[in-house]
């Protein structure tokens, strides 16, 4: 961030020119209208330095693409380029930022959880435990490693492993609605309606505007319905 102020000495040289100049021009007829050219050619220059610099800055992409050009060893500036590039859709050169990261700092737990959840996304399951449980490692009460390493043990069918990742990140965070809303479902699908209704409840409490929580709800109460009227 220091480099955003890289301009700052040039102004101090620029002031400095005009000061001398200044002291040579006292004694002269046209002081004045040198002055005025001087100081119209040194805000020209200051606003060519400030525009160069001020391109490096209009996306956090450029940012931090900047960042990683300017400083050496910038594990925080390599992961925040890797989220930058992940939300391009640029996985192969995220995942290369936040390797970076992570051989520059090894207990660094956000590139971690990152690829953790990127792997995820892509299906690579074995990459994604291993860099979640890592996570898990460095920091063990975190509520968003918990959460994702609880929705890969949905995909593999540990159902109550899962819950108790899920539980463990509300311990953390006891406003995540998220993971109230999964044990909701996960309830639901084990045809435990109370359970279910009683998570997706507080899910809702805690985000009333959490609409895949209300989805949740409607889509028990009717299949708990259908399954009373069978019984009937």
Known sequence: MADRFAYVPVIGLFILIAWGISDILSKQRYRRIMLGILTAGVLSALMICTWLQSAYW????????????????????????????????????????????????????????????????????????????????????????????????????????AVSHFLEAIKSDPEYAEAYNQIGVIRGWQKNYKGARMFLLKAIQIKPDYFMARKNLEDLSRFSQKEHQAEK
């Open 58 to 161: 209009k996306s956090s992409l450029d940012l931090f693409e900047r960042a990683v050009q300017v400083t050496a060893n910038n594990w925080l500036a390599h992961n925040n380029l890797g989220t930058a590039k992940f939300n391009k859709g640029r996985l192969d050169e995220a995942i290369g930022h936040y390797k970076t990261a992570l051989s520059i700092k090894p207990d660094y737990i956000t590139p971690h959880y990152n690829l953790g959840n990127l792997f995820l996304n892509q299906g690579k399951i074995k990459q994604a435990a291993f860099h979640l449980q890592e996570a898990l490692k460095i920091k063990p009460e975190h509520a968003y490693a918990h959460y994702s390493y609880g929705n890969l043990l949905v995909k593999q069918g540990r159902l109550e492993e």
